[in-house]
């Protein structure tokens, strides 16, 4: 009878409906804090989703539902029960920042985030302490727009993105978040010594931050001091010694500094310390499938066994990675075995290098980053037809790797369409120093003077180019 009156929206009900929906609510409060203590989000969101039906524009039990969806990580269900909310509250900022939030850091919905925030900074002094937030938002969007690598709005959305990051750090000067943003967009420009600055201030007041002493890091190895780069990484890895970006970038200080056989090491203990990390009899059996029909080559070394002990744990990592993310599908995880295939390159171990590709492309097959290795072992190999190829279908799926490509078209003798490639990459990626270099190459093979300017172009990117691109350091709110 209770659930009928709730129901019911004829006008004599809506004393019994309002009785009803406190009682309801009241149970739905109890049962999410019996839930949440237990982490069961997904049960409790489904729960919540059946209230709806009695629930219309009440605002409690959509922002229960909405923070639910959240912990359940149900990213877009929970982007829409949010703006719901926000259009029941209007005056409340929270509301857009929290879909914002999701927007950038889960779903790359980077115009939604935009629009969200635009909602909150046009509150203005209203918005409170969530107006700083609102700018440091918008920058953050602007800035994945220009990394985006699509043509038209990359050096739009890099202007637009400085003044809403300058404009969020003056309205707080004490958020250590905002600070380091700014200095990695001013990074991202190659305005190196000024971004050194705010990573200062950002260090001054959170000294710990895993992304800010990234970020020193790549500023120091861009600068080429490259000792103390790894010193500072070494600092970061001794607060955080499982993070695997930190360490990648351990990997390939140590490949600048010491040699690919240094860095090789190094990926072994980052598998090692995987393989302590997870337990593994609880892999799925698709998974223990995978790993135990894997075909190692014969290498002819003496280190054969140890080669194929660090492959197979290569191998086990970056399954267990790739489902274990749950963003693995909108923004793949990089195969680890790629950075372990590029030192066997560098090293001159084609073998190797080919069993690592093989394996990742087994794996990644539409990956564009493992199309670019298997076009760059190709091309080692002499086989510049299907590198070619290869870099065509990589750059299909994902706009990177021009340079590569423009590079071999040239060297193939196909200057005029390589230098056309070529100036499209100075276009998306105009701080790539690779790039300009082949640009200049290309110019000087048909005798344009405009080559020495490209190559001193490329010379003054180069000494400010870090040792891993800066756009590793994730942006979210």
Known sequence: LATASVISRLPDQAEARQTSLQD?????????????????????????????KFSYDEFHLWHQLGLSLMAARKWVAAVSVLKECARMRPDDPSLPLLAAKICIGQLHWVNEAENLSKRVASMGEEAREFLPRAYLALGLSFSLQASE????PRPQSNIKTMPFLHRANSLDPQDAQISMYLALQLALVRQVSAAMEPLQTALSLRADDL?????????????????????????????????????????????????????????????????????????????????????LPDFQDAS??????????????????????????????????????????????????????????????????????????AELR???????????????????????????????????LGEKVLRDAVQLHSTSHEAWSGLGEALQARGSSQAPDCFLTALELEASSPIRPFTIIPREL
């Open 24 to 52: 309801a609510t009241s149970v739905y409060d109890l049962l999410s804090i019996g839930m949440a203590r237990r982490g069961q989000y997904a049960m409790l969101s489904e729960c919540l989703e059946r209230a709806m």
């Open 211 to 295: 992304l800010s002493l990234h970020l020193l890091t790549l500023l120091l190895s861009s600068q080429k001091h490259h000792r103390h780069a790894l010193d500072t990484l070494s600092l970061a890895l001794s607060q955080h010694p499982d993070n695997f970006n930190l360490l990648l970038t351990k990997v390939k200080l140590e490949e600048a500094m010491l040699g690919p056989a240094a860095a090789l090491q190094t990926c072994e203990e980052m598998l090692q310390l995987w393989q302590s990390q997870y337990d593994i009899s609880q892999v799925s059996p698709v998974v223990r499938k995978v790993s135990v029909h894997l075909n």
């Open 382 to 416: 002499g086989q510049l037809d299907e590198a070619k190829a290869l870099y065509d279908e990589a750059l299909a799926i994902h706009p990177t790797g021009e340079r590569i490509l423009g590079r071999l078209l040239v060297k193939t003798g196909r200057v005029h």
């Open 149 to 152: 690598g699509k043509v038209s």
């Open 304 to 377: 054969t066994e140890r080669m194929e002990s660090l492959l197979i744990l290569l191998l086990l990592l970056l399954l267990l990675i790739s489902l274990s993310s749950l963003r693995f599908v909108l923004t793949p995880i990089p195969p680890l075995s790629l950075p372990v295939g590029e030192l066997f390159m560098a090293d001159g171990r084609l073998k190797e290098a080919q069993f690592c590709v093989a394996e990742a492309s087994s794996l990644s097959p539409n990956s564009h980053s493992v199309l670019l290795q298997r076009g760059r072992l």
